[in-house]
């Protein structure tokens, strides 16, 4: 959405008037509500999508162990043995 056509749907929706449109955003640990300009919350919701996205990227890896290796958990044999049953489950 270009710049005019958001002030356009703002002036729409907020009205005429320089007073602070204020939107309820959130609640505060202790239950207290916390509100923000309406015309902040754009940035406000970039800068939330930001963050999660960054706590979803430095969440644990699951494929590496402790120790930092992060070779397959299965060996060889292991999976020689799941070939061999799955192989003789369609023998029959």
Do not use: N
Request: hydrophobic residues 40%.
């Amino acid at each position: 959405m270009a710049e005019g056509e958001r002030a356009k749907l703002e002036k729409s929706i907020l009205g005429e008037g320089e007073e602070e449109a204020l939107m309820w955003y959130s609640e505060r640990v202790d239950r207290t509500s916390v509100f923000v300009d309406a015309t902040v919350l754009p940035a406000l919701e970039l800068k939330r999508v930001h963050e999660t996205r960054q706590a979803i990227a430095a969440s644990p890896d699951f494929y590496t162990r402790e120790d930092g290796d992060s070779t397959p958990f299965l060996s060889d044999s292991d999976l020689r043995c799941a070939f061999f049953l799955l192989v003789s489950r369609d023998m029959y």
